[in-house]
């Protein structure tokens, strides 16, 4: 089945630093990635919608210049939290779907990252 | 946005025991989809049940959904302790992107 791999698993970095977060499909290509954040004990909170050779569209409240995404080719997608502050700490999902998949098919999810920023 | 909200907000049963949880939705939709996560974990997906679908069954898993009260619920039967986890709803919607909206999720406890 469909594969997506997320790296790292876990980061801690000091506050005021930039962390990249990668998402892979590893055995299909996805034209279309998803990055979710969630708090603890909280639902996942859809932060943008990342496709491939274009701009990620960003869900409201969630600052573009902050949470960089970039989607240079159709198995990567990455996720840059630049200027990490204490309140970025969280767990961060990213999903992809298939190009076969109808859009109303199910996500395939990464296991996600947590990120500690001190 | 958040589109579904899942009641309870916390379960605790024995093993061997039924489990429900219900979720309710705000707008229109394409599908209702229920998500599975284990702490610290991705989403695992369960179950799919489209919109012209009243029931689905998978296994254990039991889906319904109401479109005219806009309410889903998801019974798990015979429940074990590797059933412990958290349990989300996620709905796509009509008139947005193909992303997946999720619930606020129950949490499933299940003791041997």
């Known amino acids: 089945g469909a594969v997506v791999s997320q790296h790292p698993s876990w980061v801690i970095c000091k506050s005021g630093t930039s962390v990249k977060i990668e998402c892979r499909s590893l055995d299909f290509q996805a034209t279309t990635m998803f990055w979710y954040r969630q708090f603890p004990k909280q639902s996942l909170m859809l932060m943008a919608t990342s496709n491939e050779g274009s701009k990620a569209t960003y869900e409201q409240g969630v600052e573009k210049d902050k949470f960089l995404i970039n989607h240079a080719s159709l198995t990567l997608s990455t996720l840059t939290v630049t200027s990490a502050h204490p309140e970025d700490s969280s767990f961060y999902i990213c999903?992809?779907?298939?190009?076969?998949?109808?859009?109303?098919?199910?996500?395939?999810f990464g296991n996600g990252t947590r990120l500690t920023v001190t | 946005s958040q589109q579904g909200e899942e009641d309870p907000q916390a379960l605790s049963i024995q093993e061997g025991e039924n489990a429900t949880m219900n979720c309710s939705y705000k707008?229109?939709?394409?599908?209702l989809q229920w998500y599975r996560q284990n702490s610290g974990r991705g989403l695992v997906h369960l179950i799919l049940i489209r919109s012209n679908e009243r029931e689905k069954h998978s296994g254990r898993l039991r889906v319904t959904l109401d479109t005219s009260k806009k309410s889903s619920s998801l019974l798990i039967t015979a429940s074990r302790a590797a059933d412990t986890a958290s349990y989300f709803c996620?709905?796509?919607?009509?008139?947005?992107?193909?992303?997946?909206?999720f619930g606020k999720g129950t949490t499933l406890s299940v003791s041997s």
């Open positions: 996620a709905t796509t919607l009509f008139q947005a992107g193909t992303a997946l909206i």
């Open positions: 707008t229109s939709i394409n599908n």
């Open positions: 999903s992809a779907r298939a190009p076969r998949d109808s859009t109303a098919s199910p996500l395939h």
